[in-house]
């Protein structure tokens, strides 16, 4: 079945620093790829999308790159806030249907 | 109202009460959702309503119960919970047979079972 694995967090980051979060996903024919992010106290929001290979999905600083040849699509932002604190959730949708399949969620922790 | 919204926020309930959470989409989608999330476990997918079909995660338990009246609304209703049923309970809709299907998130229900 559908898989997707996320690195173990925390991850706890000074403020100004350089963020990967690494995914890389189990899926049959060509799923569309997601990051997810929920502040304390919130339900998940869309950060970015993308839906075939190469595809780079970008938003609020943040990208992530579809790549098909090695099943990933890490989250990357070049200088993180300490408002970017939060838990991170990659996710992946086969096409054709409804019900998608989330990565068991990172913790970012940006100090000042 | 915009969005996705869920009520109440917070709910404390003892095990033999019987309780309602719900759920209203403002945003003409066709599938609603309800998740689970509990500390340091995976988010959990219980119920699905695709076109008022219902998909249900078998491994749910029974004390718990959905209903989906319409493409709008989305109730879970419960009865002689457990304490281990303590977590947020995430409700989402998305628009089945899209592109991208993303998944549009509710603030969430705060549930404490005594």
């Known amino acids: 079945g559908d898989s997707v694995t996320q690195m173990e967090g925390p991850v706890t980051l000074s403020e100004e620093a350089f963020l990967t979060i690494n995914c890389t996903y189990t899926?049959?024919?060509?799923?569309?790829l997601f990051w997810y992010v929920q502040y304390p106290g919130e339900g998940l929001q869309l950060l970015l999308k993308?839906?075939?290979?190469?595809d780079k999905g970008s938003n609020k600083g943040f990208e992530a790159t579809y790549r098909k040849e090695t099943t990933s699509f890490h989250l990357e932002k070049g200088s993180v806030q300490v408002s970017d604190s939060a838990v991170y959730f990659c996710?992946?949708?086969?096409?054709?249907?409804?019900?998608?399949?989330f990565g068991r969620g990172t913790s970012l922790i940006v100090h000042p | 109202e915009t969005g996705v919204t869920q009520t109440p926020r917070h709910l404390v309930m003892g095990m033999t009460n019987k309780k309602s959470l719900k759920c209203e989409q403002h945003?003409?989608?066709?599938?609603m959702y309800w998740y689970k999330q509990s500390a340091k476990k995976p988010l959990e997918l219980m119920f699905v309503?695709?076109?008022?079909?219902?998909?249900e995660n078998n491994s749910v338990p029974s004390r718990f119960s959905p209903e989906c009246p319409n493409s709008s609304h989305l109730f879970l209703h419960l009865h002689t919970l457990q304490p281990e049923d303590s977590a947020l309970y995430l409700c989402?809709?998305?628009?089945?047979?899209?592109?991208?299907?993303?998944?549009?998130f509710g603030p969430g229900t705060r549930l404490t079972v005594l």
């Open positions: 945003l003409g989608h066709n599938a």
């Open positions: 993308a839906t075939k290979a190469d």
């Open positions: 899926a049959t024919g060509y799923p569309s």
């Open positions: 309503y695709s076109l008022e079909e219902r998909v």
């Open positions: 996710a992946l949708q086969r096409e054709g249907s409804y019900i998608p399949t």
């Open positions: 989402a809709s998305s628009q089945e047979g899209t592109v991208y299907n993303e998944q549009f």
